[in-house]
Structures are given as C-alpha cells and as structure tokens.
C-alpha cells in the first residue's frame, strides 16, 4: 500500500515546522574550524531527532591522494578539514564501515573526529562480516572498530546490508552473534542497534516481522525520488520501506539520496524543468530536499568528497525548505522519465570490485549512464553528425576507461555479482555495453 500523498504532505509540513533546530552559522570558537570558517552559510541546520542533523556524512567516498610511492591512499589533511567544516555547520552524524576505502576508512575517519570531544559526534558503523560471518571473526571486528575509535560505545550499529532472511540467519542468527549484540546494546556499548538493507520486498518485510524479537532502534534504507516508486530489479520500493518503518515509529537513515550521483546529472530537459522554478539551487538539491522532507528521516547520508559537495548540502539542509505538493510530482515525472531510460542503476559503491580479471566495472557502467542521460550516447546513421559523434563516444569511452579495463574482457565468472546490493546482473550489462561499443567502431548500429 503506498501512502496517500496529501496524508504524506500534511504529516511532514507539520514534522518540519515542529523540528529541532541546529546551529548552522559560522564555526563555533571551540572547534579546529574556527581559524578555517571557509564555508560561510547562515541559517540552523534541519533536525528531525533532537540533537541530529539531518544532513549526515557517509564515509564511503573520503578523497584520495598519491603517498610517495604513487599508491593511492586516502588524503587525511583533506578529511580533517572537510570533518571541521561539517562538525561546525551542524553535521554530526558520521557514517563508515570496516571494508570502506579498502578497510582504511574507519582509521581516517576516527583520525578527524578524535580531534573534538567524543559528544560532539555521532559514530554509525558496521558489522561488515560478509567474508566471515563466524562468531570469533564478528565479535573481532565488532572490538577492533571500538579500539580504532578510541571510544567506549557506538552510537548507531548495523548489520551491514542485509540481502534477504536468509542471509540475516546465515549471518547474525546462525552464528549467535545476534545474542551478542543484543547483550552489548544492554550494557549502552552499543546506542542503537539496526540494520541497512538491499532486498526484494519477501526480505525487507521478514526484517520487519522481526522487530517485535529485536527491537530495531534504526533501519537504514536506499530512498530517493526514483526508487520512491521505480527501484526496479529485486530492489524494494522506498515508499513501501518509508512507510512501514513509519508505522513502526522506527527512525529511518537514507543511503543513496542521490543514486549513486544520478540525479545530480539529469537530462537537459529535466534540468531546465528544476532551474526554472528554482534558478539559484542545484539540481542535487532536489534530491535532498526531498529526502529531507519525511518527518521519519533520522539522517540522510551524503558522501561529500568535496568542499562544494559540502557547501550545496549545507545551503540545503540550513534553512531547509519541505517539497510542496506540486515539487513532488514534478520529482515524479522525471523519475518516470528517467525509469524509462536504458540505464544500469550503478550508484558507485565499490563492493563489486576489485575485479579478478582488473575490468573498472563501476566506470564502464557510470560512463555508459552518463552517456544516456545527457544524450551524447550514439543513436545510430539517422542521427545528426554521426561519423563525429562515433569517433568523439569511442575517444571519450576510451579516456573514462583504459583499454585494458574495459567491458569486453568479462568472462562472466560472476564474482562481482554476490556482492551488488543493486542485484544487477553485471555481466550481462557488461556484455551489453560492450556489445553496443563494438556496433559503433565497426559502424553496424
């Protein structure tokens, strides 16, 4: 059952009027980023909760740098001052896990935060125990991101992607490392105790037929206004998720309010459409105020690489302003718009990689998105410049994607796929594109 949009509309203008609000201003004299304040935003940062900002930080996408060796390694001078200028603006929700960034994202992110007083920041990671859901191995996780964070509980824990009963049981029930937790969140070492989830709806409804044994304090969910109604695939539905965990009274913490960067790039048509009733904001914008404007929405994670990423976020959420009823089916009707496109549905996240035989799977399949959603894909002989078009796709696919990483040396071994919380079939969509690729250099579309 979707829930009634006026209901919905009526439910979270009161949510939104009726919120806490955090101080967003300039930096506070007692932080690091006080000698910094380069962002400059006036306004309080939006609060569902009491004492949490809206607008979290996902950790997943912390920005990298060359060490002296030429590795790639995560840039901590730029972490800490990008944590200093979110810290000071309101943001105090910190999202990361044990297998982010190569394992490594844990250790940065606890480097920034450490910096400031342990109440200053609120800490949600993981259970990431896909590799080994064994007891010994959990609990050894569980303790060694307690001792990298040098802290004495952890405020949100989650068991990390839930795909289905089934793996629930294999991993947290079977293994008795529920018990555990449960004992642990007893004692205050753990806060708050949930999960994220990537299911069909079987899956996502057995979680919820679970809460009355577990007692779910948070559930963290993939919402935005695409997959509000057209998450394809085996995905659930956001609204059916929202909606249940509401009935609940489960506070909800949404991942991919952007999916995976696609709705910061839209077709040309859809963005004139947003510009022109609001000329001064982003068009990621519109996914976060929609995101922002359900009253059950404890955070919404946003994994700000960059400065600006940070700043368009905070002009959003500092002052926010709720989608009216008339916003929300304009979101509707580019989201049909853009189920309707022959796209993926790669949001960036990594888990399928490395690949054994070194194909960047998520830079073939966001370079291909991209092509389709800002039309510079090729059509075929009809279209306008075909020859130019041809040579300018090829040269660019070849400058997002090195030759030797591309598409067409998949083996289908399907390695990538047990650990796509999109459930996308990526060979199949591998030998697709790379059969698409191959129509265009020999000049057969």
């Given at each position: 059952?979707?829930?009634?949009?006026?209901?919905?509309?009526?439910?979270?203008?009161?949510?939104?009027?009726?919120?806490?609000?955090?101080?967003?201003?300039?930096?506070?004299?007692?932080?690091?980023?006080?000698?910094?304040?380069?962002?400059?935003?006036?306004?309080?940062?939006?609060?569902?909760?009491?004492?949490?900002?809206?607008?979290?930080?996902?950790?997943?996408?912390?920005?990298?740098?060359?060490?002296?060796?030429?590795?790639?390694?995560?840039?901590?001078?730029?972490?800490?001052?990008?944590?200093?200028?979110?810290?000071?603006?309101?943001?105090?929700?910190?999202?990361?896990?044990?297998?982010?960034?190569?394992?490594?994202?844990?250790?940065?992110?606890?480097?920034?935060?450490?910096?400031?007083?342990?109440?200053?920041?609120?800490?949600?990671?993981?259970?990431?125990?896909?590799?080994?859901?064994?007891?010994?191995?959990?609990?050894?996780?569980?303790?060694?991101?307690?001792?990298?964070?040098?802290t004495d509980h952890i405020d949100y824990y989650l068991l990390h992607s839930i795909g289905s009963a089934e793996d629930f049981k294999r991993r947290f029930e079977d293994t008795g490392i529920m018990q555990f937790l449960l004992k642990e969140r007893e004692k205050g070492t753990i806060r708050h105790l949930g999960f994220s989830i990537h299911s069909h709806k079987?899956?996502?409804?057995?979680?919820?037929?679970?809460?009355?044994?577990?007692?779910?304090?948070?559930?963290?969910?993939?919402?935005?206004?695409?997959?509000?109604?057209?998450?394809?695939?085996?995905?659930?539905?956001?609204?059916?998720?929202?909606?249940?965990?509401?009935?609940?009274?489960?506070?909800?913490?949404?991942?991919?309010?952007l999916r995976g960067g696609g709705l910061a790039s839209l077709t040309k048509s859809q963005t004139a459409l947003l510009k022109e009733r609001e000329p001064d904001r982003s068009v990621a914008s519109w996914a976060f105020r929609f995101v922002g404007s359900f009253p059950k929405v404890l955070t919404a994670l946003s994994g700000m690489t960059y400065r600006e990423?940070?700043?368009?976020?905070?002009?959003?959420?500092?002052?926010?302003?709720?989608?009216?009823?008339?916003?929300?089916?304009?979101?509707?009707?580019?989201?049909?718009?853009?189920?309707?496109?022959?796209?993926?549905?790669?949001?960036?996240?990594?888990?399928?990689?490395?690949?054994?035989?070194?194909?960047?799977?998520?830079?073939?399949?966001?370079?291909?998105?991209?092509?389709?959603?800002?039309?510079?894909?090729?059509?075929?002989?009809?279209?306008?410049?075909?020859?130019?078009?041809?040579?300018?796709?090829?040269?660019?696919?070849?400058?997002?994607?090195?030759?030797?990483?591309?598409?067409?040396?998949?083996?289908?071994?399907?390695?990538?796929?047990?650990?796509?919380?999109?459930?996308?079939?990526?060979?199949?969509?591998?030998?697709?594109?790379?059969?698409?690729?191959?129509?265009?250099?020999?000049?057969?579309?």
């Amino acid at each position: 059952m979707s829930m009634d949009r006026r209901s919905f509309l009526k439910s979270s203008g009161a949510a939104v009027a009726l919120a806490g609000l955090a101080a967003c201003g300039a930096p506070k004299k007692d932080t690091p980023a006080a000698s910094a304040g380069e962002i400059k935003i006036e306004g309080p940062m939006l609060e569902h909760y009491p004492g949490i900002g809206v607008l979290g930080y996902g950790c997943m996408r912390w920005p990298m740098t060359k060490d002296d060796r030429g590795n790639e390694v995560i840039d901590q001078e730029a972490v800490n001052s990008l944590v200093d200028e979110a810290l000071a603006h309101g943001v105090n929700y910190f999202d990361t896990s044990p297998v982010y960034l190569r394992g490594d994202s844990e250790r940065a992110t606890a480097e920034a935060l450490n910096r400031y007083p342990r109440e200053k920041w609120l800490l949600a990671t993981k259970l990431s125990n896909f590799a080994d859901a064994s007891y010994e191995n959990s609990v050894k996780m569980y303790r060694r991101s307690l001792e990298t964070f040098k802290t004495d509980h952890i405020d949100y824990y989650l068991l990390h992607s839930i795909g289905s009963a089934e793996d629930f049981k294999r991993r947290f029930e079977d293994t008795g490392i529920m018990q555990f937790l449960l004992k642990e969140r007893e004692k205050g070492t753990i806060r708050h105790l949930g999960f994220s989830i990537h299911s069909h709806k079987e899956g996502f409804d057995s979680m919820m037929e679970l809460h009355p044994k577990y007692h779910w304090d948070f559930v963290q969910i993939q919402m935005n206004y695409l997959d509000w109604t057209h998450a394809g695939g085996r995905n659930t539905n956001a609204d059916h998720m929202y909606e249940q965990l509401a009935a609940r009274d489960i506070p909800v913490v949404i991942m991919e309010p952007l999916r995976g960067g696609g709705l910061a790039s839209l077709t040309k048509s859809q963005t004139a459409l947003l510009k022109e009733r609001e000329p001064d904001r982003s068009v990621a914008s519109w996914a976060f105020r929609f995101v922002g404007s359900f009253p059950k929405v404890l955070t919404a994670l946003s994994g700000m690489t960059y400065r600006e990423h940070l700043e368009d976020n905070l002009r959003t959420f500092c002052n926010f302003k709720p989608l009216v009823e008339e916003e929300f089916e304009l979101l509707e009707q580019i989201a049909e718009e853009q189920s309707n496109f022959p796209l993926v549905g790669c949001t960036g996240c990594q888990y399928c990689m490395p690949c054994p035989y070194g194909i960047n799977i998520p830079g073939v399949f966001r370079f291909y998105d991209n092509s389709v959603v800002e039309g510079t894909y090729v059509k075929g002989p009809e279209q306008e410049k075909y020859a130019k078009a041809r040579r300018r796709y090829l040269a660019e696919y070849n400058k997002a994607v090195e030759s030797v990483r591309q598409a067409d040396h998949c083996i289908s071994c399907g390695k990538c796929m047990k650990a796509c919380p999109q459930h996308i079939r990526i060979p199949r969509e591998l030998k697709r594109i790379d059969e698409y690729i191959e129509k265009i250099k020999q000049d057969l579309l």
